[in-house]
């Protein structure tokens, strides 16, 4: 049982970047903040978990029965991440390219501290509180001064190097294509690395600078042991509330401009592009079919198709899909019935994911996974890990990955610039901090 105290804040911007820098002393941090972007199925505009009572980290041998077991006995909140390997676990598959991370597969903890704010009101729940821990913690918290600004590092950008070279990227893309064109798959979304070895990062130096560049709404800072990852994903996996779950895949995607005549025909421009349309419609298409699997009869639907939504350095199309779920169907396994996200895999998609683990030349680990929580009640949200940075402390190798959906109509030079103007703000911050 946790004990709770409720506090109203006067300066809540500032209290975030207090609560998260003396959050960051800790050995395990979940930080979840949503930049105050409007969703209206957001609980919460910020989560705080952090200090371990209990632990799960595991393999992706049989990763969703132990998590499955875990969240059950633990019946509270509980913090962590879902690795993209961890399809081996749902599906007869394999990992076999580098990597450099060497994260553990799937990682969640039980929280002693937690703090949820929404509006301007704080909610702190403490496991086994001692005397006047929480009032003593807030006061530690409001007393901390925030620098005005971090003096940054001059760049040095032959640090970053690409796992793919131009030429090697294009070659693999007509590849892709030779299986679409083939009838193997319809689309599938292939990711090539940027990293940096033998650095020493300030992760949430890194963190703060690339959400100040993003402000997405599933931004999260996760430190387990010496495992960092720094997101600014503007993309929801799942979200559940009761028996009623919503997945929200991206897929389309427009430059912002800073004339509002030009930034609202590139708006436009993208409702009405086929190829981007398509993209979205296939993988809404195989999110429906996955939600299926648990939902119960006839209540798959798809809310939105193709809407546009503004984030602050570009337009996406974003489809949202809800189902009311069967009677006595655990939280975990829509989860596994759904993981990894159609909209880093492709359509069909277990064809797809094995073609992407031929093609590509790193192993993807956290990134297009998903991070979130589970609360008591077993409801649960999770992001999906994209626009974001990784980084092993103990081996000091970092590392952000970008992709994009191939189909039929993609021109592989096209599909490398885009993927470079994915990479820019990534690569700006990583080298502003090394």
């Not at 076999?96 to 903890?109: A, M, T, V």
Request: charged share 25%.
């Amino acid at each position: 049982m946790r004990s709770n105290k409720i506090f109203e804040l006067s300066n809540v911007n500032l209290f975030k970047q207090k609560l998260l820098s003396w959050a960051s002393g800790f050995r395990e941090v979940v930080w979840l903040v949503s930049n105050e972007y409007p969703d209206k199925y957001r609980q919460y505009d910020a989560i705080l978990a952090v200090e371990a009572f209990t632990a799960i980290k595991t393999d992706a041998v049989e990763a969703f029965d132990k998590l499955k077991e875990y969240q059950e006995t633990t019946a509270d909140w509980i913090f962590g991440y879902l690795s993209y390997d961890l399809k081996n676990d749902t599906e007869n598959l394999k990992s076999k390219n580098y990597d450099g991370l060497d994260f553990p597969e799937l990682y969640f903890f039980q929280p002693q501290k937690l703090f949820l704010l929404k509006g301007n009101q704080l909610e702190v729940q403490y496991l086994r509180v001692v005397d006047d821990e929480i009032d003593l913690d807030f006061a530690a918290i409001n007393d901390i001064v925030i620098p005005e600004k971090t003096a940054q590092k001059p760049q040095k950008s032959t640090l970053i190097q690409s796992r793919l070279s131009k030429e090697e990227y294009l070659q693999k893309i007509e590849n892709m294509l030779k299986h679409i064109h083939r009838g193997d798959i319809y689309e599938a979304n292939f990711c090539q690395e940027f990293y940096a070895e033998n650095i020493d990062l300030e992760p949430l130096h890194v963190f703060n600078a690339l959400n100040t560049i993003s402000n997405p709404p599933f931004a999260s800072f996760v430190k387990l042991e010496n495992y960092h990852a720094m997101c600014a994903s503007p993309e929801r996996y799942i979200q559940k509330i009761g028996n009623r779950v919503v997945s929200q895949p991206i897929k389309g995607t427009a430059g912002r401009h800073a004339d509002p005549k030009i930034d609202a025909e590139n708006a436009q421009n993208l409702t009405e592009d086929l190829k981007e349309r398509s993209e979205n419609i296939m993988i809404a298409d195989l999110v429906r079919n996955d939600l299926s699997r648990t939902a119960k009869k006839g209540s798959v639907k798809v809310e939105e198709l193709c809407e546009v939504y503004s984030f602050k350095q570009v337009h996406q199309l974003i489809s949202t899909i809800s189902a009311e779920l069967q009677d006595d169907i655990a939280a975990v396994d829509v989860l596994e019935s759904t993981f990894p996200m159609g909209s880093m895999t492709g359509a069909p998609k277990i064809s797809a994911m094995k073609i992407i683990e031929d093609l590509e030349e790193t192993k993807r680990g956290l990134y297009s996974g998903a991070i979130g929580y589970f609360t008591p009640a077993a409801d649960f949200d999770f992001n999906v890990v994209i626009r974001s940075i990784l980084y092993n402390s103990e081996n000091k190798y970092a590392s952000f990955s970008v992709g994009g959906a191939i189909t039929a109509q993609s021109k592989p030079e096209k599909e490398y610039e885009e993927c470079m103007v994915k990479a820019r703000a990534m690569r700006k911050v990583l080298e502003k901090n090394i």
